[in-house]
């Protein structure tokens, strides 16, 4: 082979070469999706009845170890319908930090309806939120409702809302709002294998 011909397979090795360092960085340097920290709630908190990573307020929404069924792992997030004494709502929330700021996430979360026996009431509705987190206040990004009557009994249906921050930290919530009547309430709500995913 002539000195030409050398240089041509030289410089065709280092192109190639190239390519694939080119194509580790580009795998490499790609950043993670943030994900959501104790999706399914197997991890409990400070006390067992809270799941690690997910803040909480109101009563009756509790991580339950003995509850069947699960849609996986061998916990969930119980909201105790029948327990509730008063109109308020309950509900979880979580903030993900290193979102990219524009770009649609969806996030959702999986129920499954224990029904009320008549004559007690279901809860009214299951709604999820996002929040962009802005000077440490969060502003709303997106919410869908769901009537816990139009929820199938004894099924784990996936529930979804979509969304773009505007900071790089969104806030996801399940917030659940018990039914008005004192004295009626009834049924539970599971919940399970929440989620947090880029939209294409």
Known sequence: MNR???WTVALGCL??????VLAKVAVSDKADSPR???PSFEDPGDATDRAASWGRWGQWINREEQWTPVRSGRCILGYHHWEIPDAKDSGVYQDVEH???GTKY???IYVNLDKARKPAQDALTVELRLESIVGGQPQAVASKTYKVADLIADQWQKLTVSGAPV???LRVLVIITPSPQDGTRGGAIRLDDAFLDPTN
Do not use: E, H
Request: hydrophobic residues 45%.
């Open 4 to 6: 030409r011909g050398n």
């Open 167 to 169: 900071t790089d930290t």
């Open 36 to 38: 959501l920290v104790n």
């Open 15 to 20: 192109l190639i070469s190239a390519g694939v």
């Open 106 to 108: 969806t996030f959702g």
């Open 99 to 101: 979102v990219v700021k």
